[in-house]
C-alpha cells in the first residue's frame, strides 16, 4: 500500500507546472460554488410557490381578456345592427303565408347578418328568431325551432335583458329545445351557450324615430357557442398537467371546464361566493380535504368567474425543473469562467517556459535568428534575455558568412546575365526573319518579328506599368503567334475606348486572361471561339474586360481560384499587383457560367499611378 501512494504521488509529482496550476485553481473555485449554489438552490424553492400563483393567476387574466375581446364583437356587432335598415323593412313587411316572399327576405336578412358577423371562427351559429321564422347563417337555420321558441328560457331571457345583450350559460339542446338527440352519437350541438338580444329595430324618417316593435313582432338575436371555445383557450395555456380550470356563474351553475359531464348543471364551489365578492384575485382553499390554490377572474361582459385550481406541490413542481436547470447551467458558466480565468492565469506563468523551450528546439535545429520576446524581468525574464543575447551573436556570426557565399553567387548570375545580353537576342532574330524571308516563310518572318517586338518591349521597360497603346501592340503581337498555333480556332476583337489610351496600365495586364481562355476556355473547341476584349471609362475607374464563348469554369473550380494559387498564377499576378499599385479598392473579378463562358472585369483607377 505504501508502494501505491509513493507511486501516484509520483505520478502527481511528474505532472506538468500548468496541469498542477489548472488542478489548484479548479478545487478552489469548484468547493465555494458549490455550496453558493446548493443554498441558492434552497432559497429559490421558497419564492416559487408565490411566483408561480402569480404566474398562472396572470394567464387566468389573460384568457379572461381575449374571451371577453371576442364576445364583445359579437356585442357590438348586434348592437350596429339594430340601425339597419334592410332588417326593418323586411320585418315589417314580413307575410309568413306568402312563401316567395319569405325565401327573398331569408336571402336578405342572412346577406346582412354575414355583413355584420363576417367571421364565425369562434361561433358556432347566428340566428334571427320570431315566432314564424328562423333565419340565420347558412346551414344553421334549421338548428333552433322557431315553433315554440318563445317558451324557451333563452326567449325569456332576451326579453328580461329589454335590448340588452344576454348571456346564457351552458344547456342541453335537447332539454332546451324538446328536441331528442342520439346519446350514443351525440352532435356538435349537445351542449351549447348563448348569447340572446331583443332586437330593437328602428328607422328614421324626417327626424321621426319609428320603432319596430309598435308595428310587429321584432326579432330576437341568438348567438351560440360550444363550450369549447373555454376548453381550447384555457387547456392550451395551462401551465401543469395537475390543474383544472372552471367557468362558473356566480350562481353556480358550470359554463365549461375540466369536466365536461357537469357542464350546464349546478356545481357550486365552496369558495365560490368569495370569488364574487373579490371578482378578481387568488385563494388557497381546502377541497376534499387537501389544499389548493384557486386563480380567478370575473367577465366584464359575462359576469362569469373563470378559475384555475392546482395543488401546491403541483404548482411547485411546474417550475422545479427550471429552477434546478438554472441553478446547475449557472453553476457551470461560473464553473466554466473561472477555469478559463485559472487557465489564463496558468498560461501567464507557465508561457515563458514554453517560449523558451521552444526556441531552444529551434536553435538546435539550425535558426539562430529565433528571439522570445521579454515581458518581465523576473528571473525567467532574465534567462530569456541571455539566451537571446547568446542567439544574436551566433547569428551575426552566420549573416556574415552567408554574405560572403552570397556574393559569390551575384557574381555568377552577372556572368549568366551577360551571356544573355538582350542586344544578342535581336540580332539573332533578326538573322532569323531574314532566313525565313529569303525561304518564302513570311508566316515565319511575322511570328518572329512579333516575338522581337514583345522582347524589346519586355526588356527595354523595366517599370511595372507602361503606356496602354504599347501594352495593346504587345498583346496583338502574342495574339498573332498563338494563333498560328491553334490554326484559327478564335478570332480576337477590340472595343478599347479611344480615350483610354492616355492612360498608364500594369504591364501584360490583359495577357493571363486572353491565355486562360485559349488553352483552357477552347480546350474541347476545334472552331469558333470567340474573345472580346473591351475598355471603357466608368465614373472615376477604367474598366477592362476579356470575355470568351469558351466551356466556361464550374462553380467549385471558380471558388477554388479565387481562394488558392495553383493553375492560376497568373491571374492571382495581375489581381496582387494591381493592389499594389493602386490599392485594394481595385483588382480582378472573375464570372463563369459552366457551358456558356468566361467574363473578367478588371477595374483600375481614373488617374495615372
Not at 222 to 238: A, K, M, N
Not at 435 to 458: F, H, P, W
Request: hydrophobic share 40%; with cysteine; glycine share 6%.
Amino acid at each position: 500500500m505504501p508502494l501505491r501512494r509513493r507511486h501516484v504521488w509520483q505520478r502527481l509529482n511528474d505532472l506538468s507546472y500548468r496541469t498542477k496550476l489548472l488542478l489548484t485553481y479548479t478545487l478552489i473555485a469548484t468547493i465555494p460554488l458549490a455550496i453558493l449554489s446548493w443554498k441558492n438552490y434552497y432559497a429559490s424553492t421558497e419564492f416559487v410557490s408565490e411566483f408561480a400563483r402569480e404566474n398562472l393567476y396572470s394567464i387566468v387574466r389573460q384568457n379572461n381578456e381575449i374571451l371577453d375581446a371576442e364576445l364583445s364583437r359579437a356585442e357590438e356587432s348586434s348592437l350596429a345592427m339594430i340601425g339597419e335598415q334592410v332588417l326593418f323593412e323586411q320585418y315589417l313587411q314580413a307575410n309568413p303565408r306568402d312563401e316567395y316572399s319569405m325565401i327573398n327576405m331569408e336571402k336578405k336578412v342572412s346577406r346582412v347578418l354575414n355583413k355584420y358577423f363576417p367571421e364565425m371562427d369562434q361561433m358556432f351559429s347566428i340566428h334571427l328568431m320570431t315566432r314564424y321564422s328562423n333565419i340565420g347563417s347558412t346551414g344553421s337555420s334549421n338548428l333552433i325551432p322557431y315553433e315554440n321558441f318563445h317558451q324557451t328560457p333563452l326567449y325569456r331571457a332576451a326579453l328580461q335583458a329589454d335590448g340588452g345583450m344576454a348571456w346564457f350559460p351552458t344547456f342541453s339542446y335537447e332539454r332546451m329545445f324538446q328536441r331528442e338527440i342520439s346519446q350514443a352519437n351525440p352532435p356538435e350541438h349537445a351542449r351549447l351557450l348563448a348569447g340572446v338580444r331583443l332586437m330593437k329595430l328602428f328607422k328614421i324618417n324626417n327626424s321621426e324615430v319609428i320603432e319596430l316593435n309598435e308595428k310587429v313582432e321584432p326579432p330576437i338575436l341568438v348567438i351560440t357557442y360550444r363550450p369549447e371555445i373555454y376548453r381550447s383557450r384555457f387547456t392550451r395555456t395551462l401551465p401543469s398537467t395537475g390543474a383544472s380550470f372552471f367557468i362558473f356563474t356566480p350562481e353556480g351553475r358550470l359554463v365549461s371546464g375540466t369536466d365536461q359531464v357537469r357542464e350546464g348543471a349546478l356545481a357550486k364551489p365552496e369558495w365560490l361566493d368569495k370569488a364574487v365578492k373579490m371578482r378578481s384575485g387568488t385563494l388557497s382553499v381546502m377541497q376534499d380535504g387537501k389544499p389548493q390554490i384557486v386563480c380567478f377572474d370575473t367577465s366584464e361582459v359575462t359576469g362569469w368567474i373563470s378559475a384555475v385550481t392546482i395543488s401546491p406541490d403541483a404548482l411547485g413542481a411546474a417550475f422545479l425543473p427550471e429552477i434546478k436547470s438554472t441553478t446547475f447551467n449557472l453553476t457551470l458558466l461560473l464553473l466554466m469562467i473561472s477555469l478559463l480565468l485559472a487557465f489564463i492565469f496558468s498560461s501567464s506563468i507557465t508561457r515563458p517556459i514554453h517560449q523558451l523551450l521552444r526556441a531552444i528546439k529551434k536553435t538546435g535545429e539550425g535558426e539562430f535568428d529565433t528571439r522570445v520576446p521579454v515581458d518581465s524581468y523576473n528571473e525567467m525574464g532574465l534567462l530569456i534575455h541571455k539566451f537571446n543575447q547568446m542567439n544574436k551573436k551566433v547569428s551575426h556570426l552566420i549573416e556574415e558568412n552567408y554574405k560572403v557565399k552570397l556574393r559569390e553567387k551575384e557574381m555568377q548570375m552577372m556572368a549568366l546575365n551577360i551571356q544573355l545580353n538582350p542586344h544578342f537576342l535581336y540580332n539573332t532574330l533578326n538573322i532569323m526573319n531574314w532566313t525565313a524571308l529569303e525561304n518564302n516563310q513570311k508566316e515565319l518572318s511575322r511570328m518572329i518579328v512579333s516575338l522581337s517586338s514583345m522582347l524589346q518591349y519586355t526588356t527595354e521597360n523595366r517599370q511595372d506599368i507602361g503606356d496602354l497603346k504599347e501594352d495593346m501592340n504587345w498583346l496583338r503581337h502574342y495574339i498573332f503567334i498563338t494563333e498560328q498555333r491553334f490554326e484559327d480556332k478564335f478570332r480576337v476583337t477590340f472595343d478599347i475606348a479611344p480615350e483610354l489610351y492616355d492612360y498608364k496600365v500594369p504591364k501584360l495586364f490583359l495577357q493571363p486572361f486572353v491565355e486562360n481562355a485559349i488553352v483552357h476556355g477552347f480546350a474541347r473547341l476545334h472552331s469558333g471561339g470567340r474573345i472580346v476584349i473591351r475598355g471603357r471609362l466608368e465614373g472615376e475607374a477604367r474598366i477592362f474586360t476579356v470575355e470568351d464563348n469558351g466551356i466556361g469554369i464550374p462553380e467549385s473550380r471558380l471558388a477554388e481560384i479565387r481562394k488558392t494559387e495553383g493553375e492560376s498564377v497568373g491571374i492571382r499576378n495581375v489581381d496582387q499587383r494591381i493592389k499594389l499599385i493602386y490599392g485594394d479598392g481595385y483588382g480582378v473579378s472573375l464570372h463563369s457560367v459552366e457551358g456558356e463562358g468566361t467574363l473578367v472585369n478588371i477595374k483600375l483607377p481614373l488617374a495615372n499611378a
